[in-house]
T-cell receptor
Framework: GAGVSQTPSNKVTEKGKYVELRCDPISGHTALYWYRQSLGQGPEFLIYFQGTGAADDSGLPNDRFFAVRPEGSVSTLKIQRTERGDSAVYLC???????????FGPGTRLTVT | AQSVAQPEDQVNVAEGNPLTVKCTYSVSGNPYLFWYVQYPNRGLQFLLKYITGDNLVKGSYGFEAEFNKSQTSFHLKKPSALVSDSALYFCAVRDENRDDKIIFGKGTRLHILP
């Protein structure tokens, strides 16, 4: 079956611009997670959705970052006024139950120049 | 606060030899523990998990992991390494009392030498 998909696979943007990163989870998975992975590091938790609501957004680094999941399926991570430090691979994962294993997408590599 | 540590940045093993990738954790409640693998230019893939039950957990591709509560460890093992096992391995932990985040270690790069 289809796995988690993320678009775009690569995004290059200029400092100060706005970007949107999309995640399509596995059909039927109620939990959705966003992570950020910098070079040489493990995935860093950003936000977790259970259904349409953000159950935990404590990992979002500041108010330039925002994520939505309006219909409980596709999610969009939005970054305003991008900074060079935002450059990383952004990973999305979904899970059929929030307490068990997560299925990851291939990630979006964001480069802010 | 929950945390996980992978003390080795890199592990080198000759093909055919047994391998171990180390992981220790810290949680306030009982842990849910996971291992993931990341191949170059690919997403993270789930290998195995420990939730409860037997301390020795078997997973994908011949990997297994041993949960040791007294040592707060969850080391990944394989009896005979393959060159194709070369990848980046991540240990992760969730506290049973927390309904949300899973915390990942920084990863261990495994090199299997032919």
């Amino acid at each position: 079956g289809a796995g988690v998909s993320q678009t775009p696979s690569n995004k290059v943007t200029e400092k100060g611009k706005y970007v949107e990163l999309r995640c399509d989870p596995i059909s039927g998975h109620t939990a959705l997670y966003w992570y950020r992975q910098s070079l040489g590091q493990g995935p860093e938790f950003l936000i977790y959705f259970q259904g349409t609501g953000a159950a935990d957004d404590s990992g979002l680094p500041n108010d330039r970052f925002f994520a939505v999941r309006p219909e409980g399926s596709v999610s969009t991570l939005k970054i305003q006024r991008t900074e060079r430090g935002d450059s990383a691979v952004y990973l999305c994962a979904s899970s059929p139950r929030r307490t068990y294993e997560q299925y990851f997408g291939p990630g979006t590599r964001l480069t802010v120049t | 606060a929950q945390s996980v540590a992978q003390p080795e940045d890199q592990v080198n093993v000759a093909e055919g030899n047994p391998l171990t990738v180390k992981c220790t954790y810290s949680v306030s409640g009982n842990p849910y523990l996971f291992w993931y693998v990341q191949y170059p230019n690919r997403g993270l893939q789930f290998l195995l998990k420990y939730i409860t039950g037997d301390n020795l957990v078997k997973g994908s591709y011949g990997f297994e992991a041993e949960f040791n509560k007294s040592q707060t460890s969850f080391h990944l093992k394989k009896p005979s390494a393959l060159v194709s096992d070369s990848a980046l391995y991540f240990c992760a932990v969730r506290d049973e009392n927390r309904d949300d985040k899973i915390i990942f270690g920084k990863g261990t790069r495994l090199h299997i030498l032919p």
